[in-house]
């Protein structure tokens, strides 16, 4: 049974307990010694965690250790660059005898996945847009075994089980609200836009069952889930007869919802429902973000600085 959970570990904690290995690899310092880089996590969320000075003799075994395995590890939590990151001082690989349970390890969303599903094709089915209508459940019913336990990101926002499924849900509930208020804005043309803006990470990163991410496919590499997504509505249009022009906004709503050049979008929206889900996107990957921080926070205590967040450090007030 674990004892520590990385949300609760504080600086200076002293454990010895069993974490999953998100990713592994073996490097060389400043000082030309080896040293072991890990991520580890939990079900409460991961943590970088490094061994100094890893001699020779430790290398066969470290060599075994690979992304998804359970590891028994003593170390004790510091503190760099104002983030917990774990000193190791030993490990090694779980074996059935420790008897670990997977679930304590797995991050995943916090509803289920088949509810989630069911959620966005109610929705779906009540579009009155018929080309839309017909393309959601087309893209939904494809690639429904993997949203089933696919990951948003291979980090940061949403990076869990059903992760992207959850994103997707959540957006598409702030979107109902938001079309209540802004009432120049298809309703449909937004939801589509939620549905297939990222659907494309599906094919862009490689996940197991899981959710956990171990890296980037080929295609996802060299193209990435904009051009991906863009490249897929393409192809459907076509095959399914959207007309041209409801075919190059959906792909502009694709192309565009990161907004910014520097984060592969290389127009920014031009128009309203395109300019809606970037933003849709941003309230619900922020809110994440900081949610799963002031998880692992005390109340009464600041937060380990947030990189999505430009680094900022979040308060968990004591009086709420």
């Given at each position: 049974?674990?004892?520590?959970?990385?949300?609760?570990l504080?600086?200076?904690?002293?454990?010895?307990?069993?974490?999953?290995?998100?990713?592994?690899?073996?490097?060389i310092?400043?000082?030309?010694?080896?040293?072991?880089?890990m991520?580890?996590?939990?079900?409460?969320?991961?943590?970088?965690?490094?061994?100094?000075?890893?001699?020779?003799?430790?290398?066969?075994?470290?060599?075994?250790?690979?992304?998804?395995?359970?590891?028994?590890?003593?170390?004790?939590?510091?503190?760099?660059?104002?983030?917990?990151?774990?000193?190791?001082?030993?490990?090694?690989?779980?074996?059935?005898?420790?008897?670990?349970?997977?679930?304590?390890?797995?991050?995943?969303?916090?509803?289920?996945?088949?509810?989630?599903?069911?959620?966005?094709?109610?929705?779906?089915?009540?579009?009155?847009?018929?080309?839309?209508?017909?393309?959601?459940?087309?893209?939904?019913?494809?690639?429904?075994?993997?949203?089933?336990?696919?990951?948003?990101?291979?980090?940061?926002?949403?990076?869990?089980?059903?992760?992207?499924l959850?994103?997707?849900?959540?957006?598409?509930?702030?979107?109902?609200?938001?079309?209540?208020?802004?009432?120049?804005?298809?309703?449909?043309?937004?939801?589509?836009?939620?549905?297939?803006?990222?659907?494309?990470?599906?094919?862009?990163?490689?996940?197991?069952?899981?959710?956990?991410?171990?890296?980037?496919?080929?295609?996802?590499?060299?193209?990435?889930?904009?051009?991906?997504?863009?490249?897929?509505?393409?192809?459907?249009?076509?095959?399914?007869?959207?007309?041209?022009?409801?075919?190059?906004?959906?792909?502009?709503?694709?192309?565009?919802?990161?907004?910014?050049?520097?984060?592969?979008?290389?127009?920014k929206?031009?128009?309203?429902?395109?300019?809606?889900?970037?933003?849709?996107?941003?309230?619900?990957?922020?809110?994440?973000?900081?949610?799963?921080?002031?998880?692992?926070?005390?109340?009464?205590?600041?937060?380990d600085?947030?990189w999505?967040?430009?680094?900022?450090?979040?308060?968990?007030?004591?009086?709420?």
């Amino acid at each position: 049974m674990k004892e520590f959970y990385i949300g609760q570990l504080r600086t200076d904690d002293e454990i010895q307990d069993y974490f999953m290995v998100k990713a592994i690899a073996i490097k060389i310092g400043s000082n030309k010694k080896q040293y072991l880089d890990m991520v580890v996590c939990d079900n409460s969320g991961e943590l970088t965690a490094k061994k100094w000075d890893v001699a020779d003799p430790e290398l066969p075994a470290l060599n075994e250790i690979g992304a998804s395995d359970i590891v028994k590890l003593k170390g004790n939590v510091t503190e760099w660059n104002g983030m917990r990151q774990l000193r190791v001082q030993k490990l090694r690989k779980a074996v059935p005898e420790d008897n670990v349970e997977l679930m304590d390890f797995i991050k995943a969303a916090p509803e289920k996945a088949e509810d989630m599903y069911n959620f966005m094709m109610e929705k779906v089915g009540g579009m009155q847009d018929e080309e839309l209508r017909k393309l959601c459940l087309r893209v939904l019913t494809d690639n429904r075994e993997k949203l089933m336990y696919y990951p948003a990101a291979a980090k940061n926002h949403h990076a869990e089980l059903a992760g992207l499924l959850y994103h997707m849900k959540r957006m598409l509930m702030t979107a109902e609200r938001v079309c209540e208020v802004y009432l120049n804005l298809n309703k449909d043309l937004v939801t589509t836009g939620v549905i297939i803006h990222d659907m494309e990470k599906l094919n862009e990163i490689d996940a197991d069952t899981m959710g956990m991410a171990s890296g980037y496919s080929f295609e996802g590499q060299l193209l990435g889930h904009l051009v991906q997504g863009i490249k897929s509505i393409d192809r459907l249009a076509e095959e399914l007869e959207i007309g041209k022009e409801k075919a190059v906004m959906l792909e502009h709503m694709i192309l565009s919802h990161h907004y910014e050049p520097d984060f592969g979008s290389p127009k920014k929206p031009l128009f309203p429902e395109a300019e809606i889900l970037h933003y849709l996107d941003m309230i619900d990957a922020r809110m994440y973000d900081m949610q799963e921080a002031l998880d692992a926070t005390f109340p009464g205590e600041f937060s380990d600085r947030v990189w999505t967040l430009d680094n900022r450090k979040l308060y968990k007030p004591q009086s709420f």
